[in-house]
């Protein structure tokens, strides 16, 4: 399908679990462009293994379910530790984040300024036209959690498209298994004072990824791993 | 001795043997045993529990049990809860190594490591 060589500088991570109806559109959008795709399956029970094996990707196995935030870890370990990428980013399994976006998030890390570029769907307008009102709100209050517990200024807390550097990414060790990983990673770029920047980036609000998404209950599920997670 | 003693002391009791027998540490074991000893004590000299409260500034003696029992309860709670954690990490960390070791490869991906 493709002879070129792949490119090795530029490793895309895409932690997955149970998302047979999307992985393979996903994974599609991959094929005519020059990234590594690193793939973790987080013990899905459906046919996503199978599926993920049609394509010219490294797939790592969970042999048990461990969360979000461990995928992306495993990832970035077995990055870190397994090949020589320079860029990383991080990319969503259910379809809604759009590959045209990679290059504006490698852009600032390219120049050297910045260690981080997050994704922002509000930086983007027309990201946020399709969002429901009720997720609006949950991401806004997650603006302002993350103000208050880090102090980033940012428009949009839980994107899961992000970009990191090599270096970076050693500082990134996400303990959070859960979905709680997103604020996880914000408190570590402030803690280690990383350079980061917001670049804006499409959001697309299928019917899948709205069923997958996140809802107010598990907004909730977060606050408490956060809480839970740090006093012990 | 009332029927209720008699059943509550039975089950004391049982825990008693279940404590022994289990896999805690020496310490802990220990410390269980002597809650389960004092909780059949109080069963049967209610007044001492009273003397106690009464020393304590706390009402009833039934209060004292069940303040007792509720810093013994979250305690308890928080402990196994560190201890849930700890495992969580453990478990994590063996699931990892094990995906990063063995990458399986894709169609078509052209052969490198």
């Given at each position: ?209 709205k069923k997958k998404g996140q ?18 | ?111 490198k490591k």
């Amino acid at each position: 399908m493709r002879a070129k060589k792949i490119n090795e500088n530029v490793w895309v991570v895409i932690p997955a679990y149970n998302e047979a109806g999307s992985i393979g559109d996903v994974l599609d959008q991959f094929m005519n462009e020059d990234y590594s795709v690193l793939v973790v399956d987080d013990c899905s029970k459906d046919n996503t293994t199978d599926i993920i094996l049609n394509y010219p990707v490294i797939l790592l196995k969970h042999s048990i379910n461990l969360g979000q935030g461990a995928a992306l870890q495993t990832g970035f370990e077995y990055i870190l530790n397994r090949t020589d990428a320079k860029y990383i980013i991080s990319f969503d399994s259910d379809g809604q984040h759009n590959i045209k976006d990679i290059p504006t998030l490698l852009a600032p890390l390219k120049t050297g300024d910045y260690d981080v570029t997050l994704g922002s769907r509000f930086l983007m307008p027309e990201s946020v036209k399709g969002m429901p009102f009720s997720k609006k709100i949950i991401l806004k209050l997650g603006v302002l959690y993350t103000l208050i517990t880090t102090r980033l200024k940012l428009t949009d807390t839980h994107n899961g498209l992000r970009g990191f550097s090599r270096g970076t990414l050693k500082h990134i060790n996400i303990t959070q298994n859960r979905m709680a990983h997103a604020s996880e990673i914000l408190d570590q770029i402030a803690h280690y004072k990383l350079r980061y920047c917001e670049v804006p980036v499409t959001i697309q609000y299928t019917e899948y990824s709205k069923k997958k998404g996140q809802s107010i209950f598990n907004s909730l599920n977060i606050l408490w791993d956060l809480f839970f997670g740090r006093n012990y | 001795m009332n029927p209720f003693q008699i059943l509550i002391t039975f089950f004391i009791l049982i825990l008693l043997v279940i404590i022994y027998r289990s896999r805690l540490i020496l310490i802990e074991r220990f410390i269980f045993m002597c809650i389960l000893l004092g909780g059949i004590y109080f069963v049967f000299s209610p007044q001492s529990a009273q003397k106690m409260a009464d020393l304590l500034g706390i009402g009833r003696g039934v209060d004292l049990v069940f303040y007792l029992f509720i810093i013994f309860s979250l305690f308890y709670f928080a402990s196994i809860s560190a201890k849930m954690r700890q495992l969580d990490r453990i478990l994590t960390k063996i699931v990892r190594a094990d995906a990063v070791e063995n990458p399986i490869c894709g169609k078509e991906l052209p052969s490198k490591k």
